[in-house]
């Protein structure tokens, strides 16, 4: 099977290499951009967990933002990953030695921050949909 995508496979790869080797800044810039939200989610649990009255070194914040984020990924099949996120991120912070109270508090303190950017979402569409609409009635009209 896959020799039958052989050339296809080779075509994405020198695509793959051609970016590495002549974007080298722009494969940089979102190396950092990636970076730095990587971080940002870890300025997050300590935020939470320092907002909860827990302590934690850097090394385990930096560690349960990357795992949590596999978490996600891995129940991205669920849809919302509803249960699966929480309860992993539950599990991850007993693993870490955080009571009970604490990772489920965690768990539904980032679910909140979700449903929070969600709803912005919703109203920056609902606004460019508005203003959309607006343009087009106005295309319309005769002058």
Not at 11 to 32: C, M, V, W
Not at 121 to 132: F, M
Request: proline fraction near 2%; aromatic fraction near 10%; charged fraction near 15%.
């Amino acid at each position: 099977m896959l020799e039958t995508q052989e050339e296809h496979l080779r075509t994405i790869d020198q695509t793959i290499l051609s970016f590495y080797r002549h974007h080298r800044e722009a494969f940089a810039l979102s190396t950092g951009v990636c970076l730095f939200g990587w971080l940002a989610e870890s300025l997050e649990v300590f935020v939470i967990l320092s907002c909860l009255g827990d302590t934690a070194s850097p090394w385990s914040v930096i560690s349960i933002g990357a795992l949590a984020a596999l978490i996600k990924g891995g129940t991205c099949f669920i849809p919302g990953s509803l249960g699966a996120q929480d309860a992993g991120n539950l599990l991850l912070l007993q693993a870490f030695g955080y009571s009970d109270v604490t990772g489920i508090t965690f768990a539904l303190l980032r679910r909140f921050r979700e449903v929070v950017w969600i709803g912005i979402g919703l109203v920056c569409l609902a606004l460019v949909g508005k203003r959309r609409l607006s343009k087009d009635h106005r295309a319309e009209s005769p002058s």
